[in-house]
């Protein structure tokens, strides 16, 4: 635990000046000690001591050299022991002392001791980490806006540059035999979070804790009581993870899942070591036979070869490997990205999207003239909404699909289908209403009904495919969740969906459409295939000023809310009408129904 401070973080100390007394060893002026009246008090003398000296002008140096050895805590109680008196000491530093010395050191001295007791908020850190997973499960909260993708892309990077860090500051002060990851040394920094976060809480209530040198040897014993706090927490991660993982079949909530259930067996590694006995009598057993010290001993040797080897050569190249992964995490970030299927009317959304909140208004087919102004919003809409007959795409008359293409606003058609006409329509039939529809981008929304969920999540999966062979693959999708508590069982997959529409004009988003959404949102929460997933909203049309500043207060408190549609109709949805085909397709008469009103399974 120890190569990056004696290495790296000590020679950097000394180039700022505010190289640390180190209580074990270290070397002092008399005149130095005399003039700040001695060692100073306290669980962290050493520290203290320095910071008095520093402040008083002395400088310090660090000389990379070994004179001394010491010995380490030898228990794992001796090792909590010493941790809680460093953690409250430099807790207690931070509060009491740095302050009265601030004005007297010098800027990098203040940015150092501001600093340095931060270390030990790792416990406080720890805890978050090993909590988020299970909490989000429990709470089904987002901890995160990204894709599986984009995680990795993130996380794959730092942990990388974690492990060439360690094997880079095993290049001072090491013993030839020490080379390695020290898997160890990490499990045990972990385990001791709750230490870490009890020293914090004694400084600040100001709870003494007894001045005690650090046994550095002592009886080898199985240390339960010790290691309680790790396995409550471990136990619930595991029994979290567990649950979900048994309940849930999809991937955001398997990933948590697995992530949980990682931090418990974490945990439960920390806790196995510290169970001195069983480990001794474990590797007695181990060796007691002859072909299994034989198999265990030749293990062990090609083991400490291979760690020689790899960890020997990557840590002379470390600069070179780490400077190879920063390119090479830039490009393949860059090729991500670049490589994302972006719908061409997703690209047309993007001048709306990037603009902040854009509103629509649902029209009737056959209202539509150039340049028209809806009363449905302040000026022009950006979107117009229509609701069209039933059957297995949408159909638009001849002067409608003039009148769309010369307005400058994204139309979006939705219309009511059956699986049974999604499954069963040919080629020739999607070919033949696709020439029935606007040119340029559009915005498809099947308000699409099934049996079951696998049922519908099929019919929808093959409305995509069959459209987009014949000339639909430009054209955006639109969901709405038939259920609104059952929407990860409907999804039919990121691949199969642009944008996510929530109707808040039924009777039950009257009384509060926020709460509504939010309600709604915690149900997006478990998939988190619909985190990048922009929102649209469908609202009721009462006033339409005070309307759209509520929302525009909602799109703030949910940034994935990108535009809002205007309903003043809020009537029933069309009826599908089973079998009707393009050339036997009703026209609409009379006012537009709602859109985006969820339909029962």
């Known amino acids: 635990q120890t190569y990056h401070f004696y290495g790296p973080l000590m020679m950097g100390m000394n180039a700022y000046n505010t190289a640390q007394a180190i209580g074990a060893n270290c070397t002092f002026r008399r005149a130095a000690l005399d003039g700040i009246g001695g060692h100073a008090a306290g669980l962290t003398e050493d520290m203290h001591t320095a910071m008095r000296l520093h402040a008083a002008g002395w400088k310090s140096i660090y000389a990379p050299v070994v004179v001394s050895r010491g010995l380490v805590p030898a228990t794992l109680g001796a090792f909590y022991a010493q941790q809680l008196k460093w953690s409250r000491g430099a807790f207690d530093l931070l509060l009491h002392v740095y302050p009265k010395l601030f004005q007297r050191f010098s800027w990098r001295q203040r940015l150092h001791y501001l600093t340095l007791p931060l270390y030990f908020m790792s416990g406080v850190v720890s805890l978050i980490d090993f909590s988020v997973p299970a909490l989000a499960l429990a709470l089904k909260e987002m901890p995160w806006h990204v894709s599986m993708g984009q995680f990795m892309l993130h996380l794959g990077p730092v942990m990388a540059f ?152 990557v840590r002379r190249a470390a600069v070179y490997v780490a400077g190879g992964l920063a390119l090479f995490s830039a490009l393949a970030s860059s090729a991500y990205w670049a490589h994302q299927p972006v719908p061409t009317a997703t690209k047309q959304w993007q001048r709306y999207v990037g603009a902040g909140l854009r509103t629509g208004a649902v029209l009737r087919p056959g209202a539509l003239s150039p340049g028209f102004a809806s009363a449905e919003t302040t000026g022009s809409p950006d979107i117009i909404a229509l609701n069209l007959a039933g059957g297995p795409m949408p159909y638009l008359r001849a002067a409608d699909r003039r009148a769309l293409s010369q307005q400058p606003a994204l139309p979006m058609l939705s219309w009511p289908v059956t699986a049974l006409q999604a499954n069963g329509v040919s080629s020739q039939d999607l070919k033949a209403e696709r020439r029935n529809l606007a040119k340029g981008p559009l915005l498809m929304r099947p308000l699409l009904t099934a049996p079951t969920a696998s049922a519908y999540r099929d ?80 609202v009721a049309k009462n006033s339409t000023k005070p309307m759209l500043d509520d929302v525009q207060k909602w799109s703030r408190r949910y940034p994935e809310i990108k535009a809002v549609i205007f309903d003043a109709n809020n009537a029933a949805p069309p009826t599908p009408l089973a079998g009707a085909g393009p050339a036997r397709r009703p026209r609409l008469a009379g006012p537009a129904p709602a859109m985006l009103r969820p339909m029962a399974p």
Request: aromatic share 10%; with cysteine.
């Open 459 to 538: 019919a929808w999966r093959q409305l995509v495919r069959r459209t987009s062979a014949v000339g639909y693959a430009a054209d955006g999708w639109v969901w709405s969740p038939p259920c609104a508590d059952s929407v990860a069982r409907y999804f039919p997959g990121a691949g199969y969906v642009h944008w996510v529409a929530v109707d808040c004009t039924q009777p039950a988003a009257a009384a509060d459409p926020a709460a509504f959404y939010a309600a709604f949102r915690r149900q997006q929460a478990g998939i988190m295939a619909l985190h990048s997933k922009p929102v649209l909203l469908i």
């Open 162 to 313: 974690a492990l060439l860090i360690r094997l880079c500051a095993q290049r001072w002060l090491r013993e030839p035999h020490e080379a390695g990851l020290h898997l160890a040394g990490g499990l045990l920094r972990v385990s001791t979070w709750w230490v870490y976060t009890l020293g914090l809480v004694y400084a600040l209530v100001n709870k003494r804790v007894p001045y005690l040198p650090t046994p550095k040897e002592g009886e080898l014993r199985n240390e339960w009581l010790l290691c309680l706090p790790n396995l409550v927490l471990a136990l619930a991660c595991a029994a979290v993870g567990g649950y979900q993982l048994w309940q849930v079949n999809d991937q955001y909530t398997t990933f948590m899942a697995l992530l949980s259930l990682w931090n418990a067996a974490i945990l439960l590694a920390a806790v196995a070591m510290a169970q001195h006995q069983v480990v001794k009598d474990l590797l007695r057993a181990a060796a007691g036979r002859a072909p299994a010290r034989r198999g265990v001993l030749a293990l062990a040797r090609r083991a400490a070869a291979a760690r020689q080897l790899v960890v020997w050569r």
